[in-house]
T-cell receptor, first 112, second 115 residues
Framework: EDKVVQSPLSLVVHEGDTVTLNCSYE??????LLWYKQEKKAPTFLFML????IEKKSGRLSSILDKKELFSILNITATQTGDSAVYLC????????????FGSGTKLNVKP | GAGVSQSPSNKVTEKGKDVELRCDPI?????LYWYRQSLGQGLEFLIY????????KSGLPSDRFSAERTGGSVSTLTIQRTQQEDSAVYLC?????????????FGNGTRLTVT
């Protein structure tokens, strides 16, 4: 059974801390892995990763994929209260259709 | 439109009633997805439309759930004889072409509460 597991489920840090969020997967016909940030309503797209070892970076956020060990990490440096959100990981599998399998998310709370 | 639009944003209904949820994808996007998010849970895939192909309905939890997409654009998710366990946020997403390298763009969702 295809699955995506995120850890930790929740995390509380203080502003300025660095956090690492994990996403591991077991999906047949893997094609890509995506990270989303969900604050109140619509998840918003952060990164898409298709190749191992190539870091994607946007400001204080960065992510990397390991296709051999089947996981990805999302790093956030110098966290701010605006980073508080649920971070979702999704893996795309291509069998008959392109299915996006989502993990249950990591809830990050950044305290002032 | 500029983004994925869903309506209504909130819906409260009595158990046993039917509801219709609407999704208007980003203009030009050929792929459309419906997901369900229960409190504290991840996104559960429901159904996927791609162009004129037959939809992938493998995620629909029961035959009370159905969806259609007219003219390759607007989609309607219908839940018949609603049950309390149907209470959740129903998210619609679209992507440019449904390919693995086309990210999903989500709407704000419809929060459904069945009393």
């Amino acid at each position: 059974e295809d699955k995506v597991v995120q850890s930790p489920l929740s995390l509380v840090v203080h502003e300025g801390d660095t956090v690492t969020l994990n996403c591991s997967y077991e999906v047949t016909n893997f094609r890509s892995l995506l990270w989303y940030k969900q604050e109140k309503k619509a998840p918003t797209f952060l990164f898409m990763l298709t190749s191992s070892g190539i870091e994607k970076k946007s400001g204080r956020l960065s992510s990397i994929l390991d296709k051999k060990e089947l996981f990805s990490i999302l790093n956030i440096t110098a966290t701010q209260t605006g980073d508080s959100a649920v971070y979702l990981c999704a893996v795309v599998s291509t069998y008959n259709f392109n299915k996006f399998y989502f993990g249950s998310g990591t809830k990050l709370n950044v305290k002032p | 439109g500029a983004g994925v639009s869903q309506s209504p944003s909130n819906k409260v209904t009595e158990k046993g009633k039917d509801v219709e949820l609407r999704c208007d994808p980003i203009s030009g996007h050929t792929a459309l997805y419906w997901y369900r998010q229960s409190l504290g849970q991840g996104l559960e895939f429901l159904i996927y439309f791609q162009g004129n192909s037959a939809p992938d309905k493998s995620g629909l939890p029961s035959d009370r759930f159905s969806a259609e997409r007219t003219g390759g654009s607007v989609s309607t998710l219908t839940i018949q004889r609603t049950q309390q366990e149907d209470s959740a946020v129903y998210l619609c997403a679209s992507s440019r072409d449904g390919r693995y390298n086309s990210p999903l763009h989500f709407g704000n969702g419809t929060r459904l509460t069945v009393t």
